[in-house]
């Protein structure tokens, strides 16, 4: 057993943490000319199949939730694409409001409350998923203990695990926020809350939900599976059941706090650590950006692609724009209708 270090490493901090996934896109470039440029195709293209699948089986929750309301796939999947590939350069989920806008163009008649609960829907199958790729890492004994966390060099991570009282206040805020919002709403949106019901009205018939939610799902997780796989090949880090699986599991926890765009800095540092034993620093870390920045730069490129399809533009902020206002504007709509005892008027269209 090695004695403990002398000196402590320096605390995280957010522009440390940025700062080593910069020098760590150094080492990837530095090592660009050992990637198996093959695989790495073959590995974007798993990731397009299964944001496809993703994206099918929101369309089939929507199809659901508004059956007489003539929509195509294509659509949703724009929507979904766009999304992703907004998420994918912006921190806070921004893109989460770039696809609700644009699936709620392409859904006549639909509404914000109902399109936005339909994320419940694909997040039950993603829980259940990730807590049993979670439990696999787990029994691996290869993640970061608690007390580990701001040895790691990862601020999104550290700065809660530094902080518990104020990590537990954040959770403890949340919480009762929500439940005041519940009260408030239950008692002043009773259309809202109609809407929101619909979203997710597909569960109402668990063997729907199965054959056109779940086992799209499914089929998207195995794809994610491979992807990592051939990353990995790719990247030479060797694809293995095992290896795939702590990425999935360190991709998990690397985006619970989004500090960062996709995690960037605290899943270099995670990936780090859990491949201490099968490969050298240099490696894990051309590795881990290289994938990084492949993703990224495919998923942007798919969603400009997406956007210009589906509303002629490229600016995704001026469509980030767009959906806040709107949806305010529709929030506002709906507390106007309860308030009046009237029912709900016809939504309101985007000017494009």
Sequence with gaps: MSPPPLFPPPPATLASSVDAFWNAVETFFSNLAAVHWGALAFALLLHLAHMGCRSRAWFNTLRAAYPAEPFQWRRIAGAYIAGVGVNSVLPARGGDVVKIYLAKQSVPNSTYPAVTSSFFVESLFDMTAGSIVMLFALTQGVLPSLPSLPDIGA??????????????????????????????????????????????????????????????????????????????EAFNIGGSVENALLVMSVQALSTLTPFTPGGAGAQQALLV????????????????????????????????????????????????????EEERRATGETTAEDDSGEGPTEPLRSET
């Design 155 to 232: 601020f999104d991570l550290s700065f809660w695990a530094d902080h518990p009282r104020f990590a537990l206040f954040t959770i403890t805020f949340i919480t009762v926020g929500l439940l005041v919002l519940y009260a408030v709403l239950s008692i002043r949106a009773v259309v809202f809350w109609r809407r929101v019901r619909q979203g997710v009205v597909i569960l109402t018939d668990f063997r729907r939900y199965l054959r056109q939610v779940a086992a799209w799902q499914g089929g998207a997780w195995l794809l994610r599976f491979f992807s990592f796989f051939f990353f990995l």
């Design 273 to 324: 650590y859990v491949f201490r034993e099968k490969a050298g620093r240099t490696a894990v870390l051309a590795y881990s950006v290289g994938q990084q920045i492949a993703i990224a730069a495919f998923n942007v490129a798919a969603a400009l692609i997406a956007l210009f399809y589906m509303v002629g533009t490229t600016d995704f902020r001026s469509v980030i724009r767009l959906g806040r």
